[in-house]
């Protein structure tokens, strides 16, 4: 006689989190939206304190819900960026004055703050790749659809750009690489090094990162056609928020 196989149940903090999960992914609970705290689980489920913070735990883990300490654990859904990394740096993008932003947000509401210029003694590694003692640094904050994404600083040879719109907030149509354009100095070449590590205080707090969320940092170096380095760009993104698109050729 063939026995019947035995299905075991998950246990039930599998359970709580497999129906959260679905209220969230119907569209039931929103982004922002509270989950049902501790105290709630507790109560609706006859479970201990320490089974309804693993049901919690699991959508945490998953990226679909973040703790706010002394408020509760929220929905946390975003739209990942696709940042295609040639397509945004082509000169058909920034030369016709489009913004590199318009290719990686398509549409979405996209905003700039944390704005601060400023000219600087080089950090050795900056001054060692840009061949400059001195640099101007142009520091600013990317959000899209309300929740910020990235930080970025971009350095340039402080002789080179000196006097010039990049040096202001507004570095008008097209960026800093028209305004390297309008100095003779067009960028099309582009290297980038991404590598992936814990973040700062500081950049959780700039970035609003949950507990654990890892950052992606990327630094990117622009070329002349002379081979003239003539930007390195430092971004440090929510690893959570991105998917880095890098297309290659046989």
């Known amino acids: 006689m ?10 039930i903090y599998r359970r709580i989190a497999d129906s959260l999960r679905s209220q969230i992914l119907s569209g039931e609970l929103r982004d922002g939206d509270r989950l ?30 973040v703790p706010r300490r002394g408020s509760g654990v929220y929905v946390r859904l975003f739209r990942p960026i696709r940042r295609h990394g040639s397509r945004r740096l082509s000169r058909e993008q920034w030369g016709q004055g489009r913004a590199i932003w318009d290719s990686d947000t398509r549409g979405r509401a996209y905003t700039v703050d944390e704005v601060h210029i400023e000219r ?11 061949d400059s003692d001195e640099v101007w640094v142009r520091r600013r904050r990317y959000s899209v659809d309300g929740r910020p994404v990235q930080l ?11 006097g010039t719109a ?19 100095y067009s960028p099309v070449h582009f290297t980038e090094e991404v590598r992936a590590r814990m ?3 500081h950049e959780s707090e700039l970035l609003r990162l949950p507990a654990g969320n890892p950052i992606l940092i990327v630094a990117r170096t ?16 929510d690893a959570a928020a991105y998917v880095l698109q890098y297309d290659f050729d046989a």
């Open 152 to 162: 970025a600083a971009s350095h340039f040879p402080a002789d080179l750009v000196e």
């Open 222 to 237: 622009a070329y002349t056609s002379g081979g003239i380095p003539v930007e390195l760009n430092e971004m440090t993104m």
């Open 199 to 201: 973040p700062a205080p």
């Open 166 to 184: 990049i040096t202001l907030p507004d570095t008008g149509p097209g960026g800093v690489y028209a305004r390297l354009g309008d100095l003779g």
């Open 2 to 11: 063939t026995e019947s196989p035995v299905h075991h149940e998950p246990p």
């Open 120 to 130: 600087l003694p080089s950090a050795e590694e900056i001054g060692r790749v840009l």
């Open 36 to 65: 049902p705290g501790e105290n709630a689980l507790m109560s609706e489920y006859g479970i201990a304190r320490a089974t309804a913070r693993q049901a919690l735990a699991v959508l945490i883990n998953e990226g679909l819900a």
